[in-house]
């Protein structure tokens, strides 16, 4: 099987809050998303999506999702799409840097040999683990009391794990976690994502005030050794994200113990072929996961669900449903939230056909 054309879409995604807010008042108000096609000479199509979270979150951007495919695709022309490591060694010689730009190729390859195989991805990433798996809600950063009503109106829709985000004013954070955290129950579980918005002596002020407080602290700081200083002086279960980006910074934090869960984002590590063996490396270390990726539609969901679905368990610290956020949809057969938890499709490849209405016409089209 060959591949004979690659192509992008763009797709703008609304949020049904509005917009969403983080540390250091960054914010965005329509998610730039760029939809992947790879289309082969068996006829058979795969899809995949790259969403950055703005062009100030991790190094990425949504107009260079689509200038990186423009530049990729010539050398995929004529590669078989099911051999995904070869792929993989292939845009990595040719291409350096930039894994979001892979993200989409690589998704929409797993999409193609679940197609052949006649297996939904999560199969082939390992097998199913149960019926379904957990999710959060990350909660916009606003007032205490607006995020403590966010957290209330989503824990009724069947949520049970919030991230709230901070990396503000110190002690607005602190009023933040205590207020939410007095909404919850015991089972429950309370993140709070500073985002890399703290410098050391505000985080440190954090944590030591919420002392008392079953919170977990997220990537309090800009760098890894930031983040390993405020680690050190907390009890707190602590996950980064921002800064694990690929197995050695997996291996640097576990030798140093700078974490107990960390952040896949499938784009952060530049595909499922990438995210799923640093999945596995989680696994072997101990470490739990939260799946997930910088943002998405339904077919970053689809994704997110069968890497999700095929992690074990009890390392699924939790997973995103982002399609929920956003107001369109532009694939059917996604996945859906149903009472906080969602499921990987059983159809073969990711289980998505894309909505021809809402994707457009190509913007980048090399055949
Ligand atoms: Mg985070």
Redesign the pocket.
């Known amino acids: 099987m060959k591949i004979t054309r690659v192509a992008a879409y763009q797709v703008d995604l609304p949020l049904h809050e509005g917009s969403y807010k983080w540390s250091g008042g960054k914010s965005v108000e329509v998610f730039d998303s760029a939809i992947i096609e790879v289309e082969t000479d068996s006829g058979m199509v795969g899809y995949g999506e790259v969403c950055p979270l703005g062009p100030f979150y991790l190094p990425a951007y949504a107009d260079g999702v689509r200038a990186g495919i423009k530049e990729l695709a010539p050398h995929l022309l004529g590669c078989d799409p099911t051999h995904l490591d070869v792929l993989n060694r292939r845009m990595d010689a040719a291409l350096k840097g930039h894994p979001y730009v892979k993200s989409g190729i690589d998704m929409a390859c797993w999409d193609i040999l679940g197609q052949v195989t006649g297996q939904p991805v999560c199969h082939l990433l390992g097998g199913r683990y149960g019926e379904d798996f957990v999710l959060y809600r990350a909660i916009s950063q606003e007032s205490p009391d607006e995020m403590a009503a966010k957290v209330a109106g989503y824990r009724d829709d069947g949520y049970r794990r919030f991230q709230l985000k901070v990396g503000a004013d110190p002690q607005l954070d602190i009023e933040r976690i205590r207020l939410i955290a007095d909404l919850l129950e015991p089972s429950d579980k309370l993140i709070a994502?500073a985002?890399t918005g703290w410098l050391m002596h505000e985080a440190a002020r954090v944590v030591r005030a919420v002392d008392d407080i079953d919170v977990y602290i997220?990537?309090p700081c800009l760098s890894y050794d930031e983040c390993l200083s405020i680690r050190r002086r907390t009890s707190h279960p602590f996950v980064l994200?921002e800064v694990v980006d690929g197995l050695d910074m997996l291996l640097r934090g576990h030798a140093d113990q700078a974490m107990d869960v960390v952040?896949i984002k499938i784009s952060k590590f530049g595909g499922l072929t990438k995210a799923r063996l640093a999945r596995d490396l989680c696994v072997s270390m101990g470490v739990a996961m939260t799946i997930e990726d910088s943002w998405g539609g339904d077919i970053t969901t689809a994704a997110i669900a069968h890497l999700a679905h095929s992690t074990p368990t009890e390392f699924l610290f939790t997973a995103t449903d982002f399609n929920s956020y956003v107001t369109v949809s532009t694939a059917e057969g996604a996945p859906q939230r149903v009472y906080g938890r969602m499921s990987a499709s059983d159809s073969p490849g990711l289980g998505i056909a894309p909505r021809k209405e809402v994707i457009g016409n190509r913007v980048v089209d090399a055949h």
Request: no cysteine; glycine share 0%; proline share 0%.
């Open positions: 994502d985002n997220e990537q994200d952040n």
